[in-house]
């Protein structure tokens, strides 16, 4: 079932981080910090996939991740500087991986590459049943030259005859113009929306059936128990077999509650419940029981995932 989940964050100094550290991190490659001269290295269990994707006027060193990151901090010294922007979104698990880097790489090129920012690319798929990028994107474009360019640049303030205002304190008055809009809520919320349109266009040419969105249940009018996103943080607090099942059952019992929103035909029900075994067959009757309806399978489009997932979902309420 392909959810929503895209978050965006500031990677900056301000808050002790480090570009170099999270970009190793998020590539499990080994990285030196040129700055703090030290090597960066984070052992993972499945290797991610990564690769970086670099604008037009770009210089080659862009497209090494440690020489990057190293020249964005030689460049933002500041103590609350922002090296980068970072998005993590859930990627369809209807998709094959391929399919799901292919996905992900055109809207990444489109919308932040083609814009001037160099996106640094990290898939995880650590579990099966969550795989998810990590992009960091560097916060300040290049000039046409490759050297970089400004973020923002300050304006003087002047009255309508050209004399320069002052403020009280006798300094001139300024303001800050962006040169850029990468920062802006409106952008984000661009962003969000194109990802749920780049999804559901491609689920749409493999037809596959399940669609995505930006808004909330509530601004859709949809009276559903939204099911839980199992990120790296969430990870990291339930790595025990027993958490990871209760989380597994909350969702399991979130999707259960949402059933009669896809109740479709009866015949294509009893043609899939064929292949089931005789304890499936019992618990889908009970089930459809005290729903007083059919359940509908219909649009479940793998027998196979959907055979897997069934009998994972009765592993677990026995285990629980």
Known sequence: MAIFHMSFSNISAGKGRSAIASAAYRSGEKLFDDKEGRRYFYA???????????????????SDREKLWNEVEKNDRKSNSRYAKEFNVALPVELSESEQKELLTKYVQENFVDQGMVADVAIHRDHP?????????????????????????????????????????GFPKQRKIWLVDWDKKEKI???????????????????????????????????????????????????KAFN?????????????????????????????????????????????????????????????????????????????
């Open 244 to 320: 990871q099942q209760v989380r597994a059952q909350r969702n399991a019992q979130a999707k259960y509650h949402n059933l009669d929103e896809k109740i479709r035909n009866h015949e294509h029900f009893d043609a899939l419940t064929d292949e089931l075994s005789f304890s499936e067959k019992h618990t889908i009757s009970h089930l459809s029981q005290q729903l007083k309806t059919y359940v509908d399978l219909e649009h479940l489009d793998d027998k196979q995932r959907m055979l897997f997932n069934w009998k994972n979902s009765l592993l677990i309420k026995h285990a629980v």
């Open 129 to 169: 049943d969550n795989p998810h990028a990590h992009v960091m994107l560097t916060n300040r474009p290049f000039n046409p030259d490759g050297s970089w360019g400004l973020k923002a640049k300050t304006q003087y303030i002047k009255d309508e005859n050209g004399k320069q205002l002052l403020t009280k304190s």
């Open 189 to 239: 919320n661009e962003w969000r929306k194109n990802w749920a349109l780049s999804v559901n266009q491609f689920l749409a040419q493999k037809n596959i059936p399940d669609r995505i969105s930006e808004k909330s249940f509530v601004d859709q009018g949809i009276q559903e128990t939204p099911t839980q996103h199992e990120g790296i943080n969430s990870q990291r607090k339930n790595r």
């Open 44 to 62: 993972r269990s499945v290797i991610p996939e990564s690769f970086i994707l670099t604008p037009k006027n770009a210089p080659e060193w862009a």
